[in-house]
């Protein structure tokens, strides 16, 4: 899972069938009036990059634990909530993930 580590933009255009696209930081993203997106960190920790006030990103922090068979994570922030996120397809250039409820 340490692949998936690092800060990755949300790429909402190319979103579909409720799947959230991701590319790395960096990539070259058209233009838009905010952009939020998330963080991976090796340590566990994890980002949700918001956008907030004035389109500037705030950090919403919490951690991430691999799901089963490597497939899914299940994501708490900072606020207690917990998430299950499926991996639908993951490249160095782009990462897919469904984002669901409570595991």
Do not use: K
């Amino acid at each position: 899972m340490t692949q998936l580590c690092g800060r990755w933009g949300h790429s909402f255009e190319e979103d579909h069938d409720g799947i959230r696209v991701y590319r790395p930081a960096g990539f070259d993203f058209p233009r838009s009036r905010g952009r939020g997106g998330i963080e991976f960190r090796p340590d566990g920790s994890y980002v949700d990059w918001v956008v907030g006030r004035g389109d500037a990103n705030e950090a919403h922090e919490g951690t991430w634990v691999s799901g089963a068979g490597n497939e899914s994570l299940e994501v708490t922030t900072e606020a207690g909530e917990h998430r299950v996120v499926r991996i639908v397809q993951h490249e160095a250039d782009r990462l897919e993930l469904e984002i669901g409820g409570a595991p």
